[in-house]
């Protein structure tokens, strides 16, 4: 999507493309390591108590590195191995719970990646990806977990808040905008405002802008008004002025956070009664936004939209008996048919069409990634 956009910049002069940074820094979002030369690396995985949604991790390494990944499930079995270049699944009364790919080289920056989703009905707690060197090197990686508003999974503390900037927030020539507190003297950057760099170390966010308790007009009405916070506020206050930043107007210092990782290890209070988190501008790029900051320009997206009305997760006394939590799955992972180099199109979609799925849930007939 990033690279679609630096495109349409390039094509004229006098164009500009301003983006919200993504609200996502205290969620425990990223982390990132390196799996040791011959040896092994325990990444843990949590997914809260009551959680009847799906949730989905992915991590990046470089393109010369090989990992194998083992998955521990919450009771600590084992479900298989998951070699480079291959996939597999594990189900539980013919659905498929959980789907793993080991993807090597992406055609857009040469990268390689594991993707782990967990259907409605898997197991909650603390899972565990066992990362194996299978080249004889030291491997470094960075993994981000998918945003859901319904049910947030996330990586245990102290958590790693860098590299949180959404997915399409990392393109070279879009002005990307985090958030500050202009109530307040010292004008600190907002608690909930993402984070740099990019995964191939450009610093991003460039400028920030007024987005703690703002007031905006409120839709659907005359002469309403709401408070909201978030760097889509933000944003829309930077594109008032987009030139600025670019080399041809007055400029704002750029506002960085200088905290070390993991400072707010804990996210702070919600937003007062009465005032929302404005969503992000990303969450409209065709794929949802809590994968974020995991980019670098080249890798792929498999952004969904959430402006296209899923239905909200069922509270877990009424789901359906298939959406509700399971408990520990039995046997062995499945190795899928085919090729696993390419991901499953449309016709082997590893997790069907819920009736309480998650907004920006993956749906069937979507492309992967």
Known sequence: MEQGIDRLLEQAPDRAVVIAASNSYADGIHTEGTVPKGGRYDLPWIVGEGDITQNELELWYPGDGRLSVEILQPDGTSLGKVDPNESGTVSRDGEVVLFVANRLHDPNNGDNMIGVFLNTGAPTGRWTLRLKDEAGRSTPFHAWV???????????????????IGSISCGRHTLVVGSYDAHKPALPLSWFSSAGPTRDGRPKPEVSAPGHDVVAARSRSKTGTTRMSGTSMAARHRGRRPAAGRGQGPQEEPRRRTDPPGRHRNR???????????????????????????CDVGRPHRRRDRARGHTRPQHPAHAPASSRQGGA???????????????????????????????????????WP
């Open 268 to 294: 702070p209070p919600q937003p007062a009664p009465g005032q929302r988190m404005a969503r992000p501008l990303r969450q409209r790029a065709g794929l949802s936004q809590g994968l974020s900051g995991r």
């Open 146 to 164: 998918e945003r859901d508003d319904a049910g947030q999974s996330s990586f245990p503390p102290p958590h790693n808040s860098t590299h949180t």
């Open 329 to 367: 799955l039995a046997g062995r992972m499945k190795p899928c048919a085919g090729a696993s180099s390419s991901p499953p199109n449309s016709s082997s979609a590893p997790f069907p069409p819920s009736p309480a799925r998650r907004p920006g849930a993956w749906k069937a007939g979507s492309r």
